[in-house]
C-alpha cells in the first residue's frame, strides 16, 4: 500500500524554514484538516486522493534506492505548521521523500 507519497506534502511544511508556509494557498485549501493519523491508519483506503497535513518529530531517516524514509512521531500542528512542543501524539508514522537526504537530517 503506498499511501506515504502524500505524506510528503505535510512534511514538507515540517521542513520549511523560517515561518512562511512551505504549500502554496491553492495546495493548503485542498488539505483535509478533518482527518487524524489515527484515522487514517483504521482505514487508509478511505482516504486515498484526499491531502492531509501531518507532521511532527523526525526520529530517524534511512536512505533508500527509491528516496529517503522518515520515522515521525505525529505531534499536533500550530498556525505556522510546526510541530508543539508536548508529549500529546497518535504515535510514529513514515513517510517516504523522493531523492535522499543527509542521515543527519
Known amino acids: 500500500m503506498r499511501w506515504w507519497p502524500w505524506l510528503f506534502w505535510g512534511l514538507a511544511a515540517l521542513l520549511s524554514a523560517g515561518g512562511s508556509h512551505a504549500l502554496s494557498q491553492v495546495v493548503r485549501q485542498q488539505i483535509d484538516t478533518t482527518l487524524s493519523l489515527t484515522q ?6 478511505a482516504y486515498k486522493d484526499r491531502i492531509v497535513m501531518l507532521g511532527g518529530d523526525i526520529l530517524s531517516t534511512r536512505n533508500r534506492t ?5 520515522e515521525v512521531l505525529q505531534k499536533p500542528l500550530d498556525a505556522t505548521d510546526r ?3 508536548t ?7 513514515m513517510a517516504l ?3 535522499s537526504r543527509p542521515d543527519s537530517l
Do not use: K, N, Q, S
Open 40 to 45: 487514517l491508519r483504521t482505514t487508509p483506503e
Open 87 to 93: 508529549d500529546r501524539t497518535e504515535g510514529h508514522f
Open 83 to 85: 510541530p508543539l512542543d
Open 66 to 70: 527509491e528516496g529517503t524514509l522518515l
Open 97 to 99: 521523500c523522493e531523492g
